[in-house]
């Protein structure tokens, strides 16, 4: 597991794929290494999948229908040939998991629910 994020950080693009009607409540771990590792994604996901609104939010890769090769095809076309987009998307995600999901960021978020509740309670 240590050499993991290694893989992704000497990647150029990396690869989501899940397969169609897997609309899990949730992002796979690989989605949090690869955005921190500061390199772009493909999402092949459901489009009402949480993964696919994760990459939309955070603008960190492009999604493509899953089992769908020929789109597959041309969005790992159009990441080699756009280092730029690449490097975008790359550096979008790394900001998206710093702002969202380090562990003072996810301190801060049970602290503001944790106030709401408090506050909400009728005394």
Same mark, same amino acid.
């Given at each position: ?7 992704? #950080? %000497?990647? *150029? ?5 899940? +397969?169609?009607?897997?609309? @899990? ?17 493909? #999402? %092949?996901? *459901? ?5 696919? +609104?994760?990459?939309?939010? @955070? ?65």
């Amino acid at each position: 597991h240590k050499v993991v994020p290694d893989m992704y #950080a %000497s990647s *150029d693009v990396c690869l989501v794929p899940l +397969r169609r009607g897997f609309t @899990a409540e949730s992002v796979p771990c690989k989605v949090f290494t690869i955005t921190a590792a500061a390199r772009p994604l493909i #999402a %092949s996901v *459901d489009k009402d999948s949480d993964t696919h +609104r994760f990459v939309q939010e @955070a603008q960190c890769g492009l999604w493509v229908e899953p089992e769908n090769p020929k789109a597959l095809a041309e969005a790992i076309l159009a990441l080699y040939s756009d280092r730029e987009l690449r490097e975008r998307l790359g550096r979008n995600g790394r900001e998206y998991v710093e702002t969202h999901y380090t562990r003072q960021a996810i301190a801060r978020q049970y602290a503001e629910l944790l106030e709401e509740v408090v506050e909400s309670r009728i005394v």
